[in-house]
């Protein structure tokens, strides 16, 4: 599809902008999995063509610009008050479907920027961030290249961007969507635990260098919290997982057979020890309106997806969007 001509050794690099970022009290970052964001333009370089008009999907302009409709609702329905300021997201499949997102008049208003970079998913699928003009000023930006030591096939690389929020604040961010089940949980399990252990060695390295470093992590992790990939890997005495108290309770934020929640937010306790920016009391969401789920053969009420194995449902997404609320705490 649209082909972005960006230098592939960029794996590190800083941006410098004189826009300042506005002194607020509290910040929402969210996270979504949009579930094949694809235009549908054909892109010899990915494999795209399931998103093409003469492809599996049918994919042509006009369920293209529903699927942005949809999206935009979800997004600009997050926070009651105002548009999140940090929104994490993956399965978009390049810079020009952001662009076309973010300028959605649902979203317009955020005059969101863009923090991206094709990766090199063998489906064409990277991680993104957007952010409100104001809201997060990027000092350093890192794409986390994944390769495995016992599969050379290709995933999406990982997102970190260090950051200033609240005037003064800064936080470290990672964008992450592991790999998939596909092929069974046990047999993809090692894969995922690689990753948990690229994102530890470098939220240790932070942490080594400031121990009240602010870090979130979110993403799909394709792992409920219970999993091993946390729970021995990524969760260390510094981190804490938000989202394991939900799964516990029976949440989750995609549904097969039952709930699972893949779709986390992870932070350092610095974020929770009622000093200096906090995550809100009870603010991190698992966004589950009425109107983004249907209810199956079974009775069961599960998220409205776009489509499935050539079949178009028209919904949103197979996932839930998930956030949290950043307080500045006097």
């Known amino acids: 599809m649209r082909k972005l001509f960006i230098p592939a050794i960029l794996a590190l690099f800083l941006i410098s902008s004189c826009t300042s970022v506005n002194d607020t009290d509290d910040i929402r970052v969210a996270f979504y999995n949009v579930e094949n964001l694809f235009d549908t333009v054909d892109d010899p370089s990915i494999n795209d063509e399931e998103y093409l008009p003469d492809g599996r999907a049918k994919w042509d302009q006009e369920k293209y610009d529903h699927k942005l409709n949809q999206l935009a609702r979800v997004l600009s329905s997050i926070d009651t008050t ?16 952001l662009e076309d997102l973010t300028s959605h008049p649902k979203l317009i208003g955020g005059d969101y920027k863009i923090i991206h970079k094709n990766s090199p998913d ?9 952010y409100k003009n104001g809201s997060y000023k990027p000092i350093e930006n890192e794409w986390m290249n994944v390769t495995f030591p016992f599969d050379e096939r290709t995933t999406r690389d990982i997102l970190y961007s260090k950051g200033m929020i609240m005037g003064d604040q800064i936080v470290h961010i990672f964008v992450n969507h592991w790999t998939s089940r596909w092929g069974g949980a046990a047999e993809t399990e090692p894969k995922r635990i690689f990753i948990a252990n690229l994102i530890k060695e470098k939220t240790e390295e932070i942490l080594k260098e400031d121990p009240m470093a602010q870090i979130i992590i979110m993403g799909d992790l394709n792992d409920n919290p219970t999993d091993k990939s946390l729970v021995e890997n990524l969760i260390t005495e510094d981190m804490y997982n938000l989202s394991a108290p939900k799964f ?6 995609l549904y097969y057979r039952s709930w699972d929640l893949f779709d986390q937010m992870i932070v350092s306790k610095s974020l929770i020890d009622d000093k200096g920016v906090d995550v809100l009391n009870n603010t991190h969401d698992i966004f589950k309106a009425d109107w983004l789920l249907f209810t199956d053969n079974k009775g069961n009420k599960r998220p409205n997806r776009t489509g499935s194995g050539g079949r178009y449902y028209g919904g949103f997404s197979d996932h839930l969007a998930v956030s949290l609320v950043l307080q500045k705490l006097n």
Do not use: Q
Request: glycine share 20%.
């Open 82 to 97: 105002s548009l999140p300021g940090i929104i994490g997201l993956c399965e978009v499949e390049n810079k020009g479907v």
């Open 122 to 130: 063998f489906r064409g699928i990277d991680v993104a961030l957007i």
């Open 248 to 253: 516990a309770n029976g949440e989750g934020t």
